[in-house]
């Protein structure tokens, strides 16, 4: 299943552990991991448990924007990459 | 075959083998010993077509100790949708609502929405009558996908364990971000919405396993040579069996002579339903084929 295989990845690199940021931003980030799970469609990854994982979002849905705004600079900086290395 | 021994009841095969024919066939042999139930998770129904009998939503009482429910799943999925779109309308500011019940409403067309609503379903049928009735027979064929989510159930587990962990750390932090009087993080974690639905769904996946491959589960398989060639139904015992979902039962339905069957299945039970020059349909001709049950 490719949707476990990009949340193996995708647990790896984020690792919330800087611990000189402030408690509540740390609490944020993992609720922002919460969104890309659910809406992973969003970054190309189908979610096959979108049925199930749903009823999670409303709790969720006061860091949508700023989660928004951070996928799309991920976006950009993909996009940058791509043109720096070609596509493959 | 010792049928009495087993509580829950599935069978596999091709449209128009007889899955419902015997379901329904085996459930009225339970009965006579046992308060049995009988569910169609099928959106095409046809217990009430076998059974002669309109069935409701309900459990339907068709003799002294037979009941029959067929469950509408399609209204299942939008009685869930409709209670989570409620809970945002609690928790959600207005300027986010819109985007987030648009976001609620594709999930009734998302990939796998309907078999996991139907594992919702297996799983309420299980918690919430299996008290009352002794026996269940489901009259439906659990999908590829989810046998496969059968077959994936540690990485499901340790997947929601791994949320849980992430929840309990996020609510760790606001506990300790937060100045005034504080409960306790284990009081925190028991009133959390998002906790208790992961917990919840946790439960879930391991009860399906455990329904689908248990040890009072019987899992059968429906041959029917009209249908298929009984090489090809070979392939869904042995696909069934390499996911872990062990077949008990071979019924050779509409078999004049089931001894190809048993010769290629030497070690399994096999029980033969010979054909019948009138479809088995209804309570008293269904009467007249218990004695192929042993
Ligand atoms: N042994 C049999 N002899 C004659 N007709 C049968 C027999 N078994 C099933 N049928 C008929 O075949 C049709 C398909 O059976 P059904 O149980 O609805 O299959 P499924 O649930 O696997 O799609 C029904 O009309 C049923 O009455
Ligand atoms: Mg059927």
Known sequence: MEFLEFLKLFFKGAVVDASTEKLEFKASLINDQFLTIILSDRLGIPNPLYYHTVELLPYFAENISRWEREIADRERFFSKLAGEFGEP | ?294
């Open chain 2, 1 to 294: 075959m010792e049928i009495y021994r087993y509580r829950f009841f599935f069978f596999s095969g091709k449209g128009g083998a007889g899955k419902t024919t015997f379901s329904t066939l085996l459930a009225l042999k339970l009965s006579e010993k046992f308060k049995t139930l009988v569910v169609s998770l099928d959106p095409a129904h046809s217990l009430s077509y076998i059974l002669g009998k309109k069935i409701g939503e309900k459990p339907t009482k068709v003799t002294e100790n037979l009941y029959a429910l067929e469950v509408d799943i399609e209204g299942e999925m939008k009685n869930y949708l409709r209670k989570v779109k409620e809970e945002a309308k609690k928790v959600v500011s207005p300027l986010l609502l819109s985007e987030i019940e648009e976001q609620i409403e594709l999930a009734y067309y998302s990939p796998g929405a309907f078999e996991l609503a139907m594992i919702d379903v297996l799983f309420k049928v299980k918690e919430s009558l299996s008290k009352e009735f002794k026996k269940v027979v489901f009259d439906t064929a659990p999908s590829g996908y989810t046998l496969r989510l059968v077959a994936l159930p540690e990485l499901l587990i340790n997947w929601l364990d791994r949320l849980l962990s992430m929840r309990r750390e996020a609510l760790r932090y606001q506990r300790l971000s937060q100045l005034k009087e504080k409960k306790s993080l284990e009081e925190i974690l028991s009133e959390d919405p998002v906790y208790r639905a992961l917990t919840r769904r946790k439960k879930q996946y391991s009860s399906l396993r455990e329904l689908l491959t248990g040890k009072d589960t019987l899992f059968g398989v429906v041959f029917n040579p009209q249908v298929l060639p009984i090489e090809v139904g070979k392939k869904t015992v042995e696909e069934l069996e390499s996911l872990g979902i062990p077949v008990k039962l071979l019924i050779a339905n509409r078999f004049s002579d089931p001894s190809p069957l048993n010769s290629l299945f030497p070690d399994k039970a096999v029980i033969q339903v010979p054909p019948q020059e009138e479809e088995p349909v209804g309570i008293e001709k269904l009467k007249c084929l218990l004695h192929v049950i042993p």
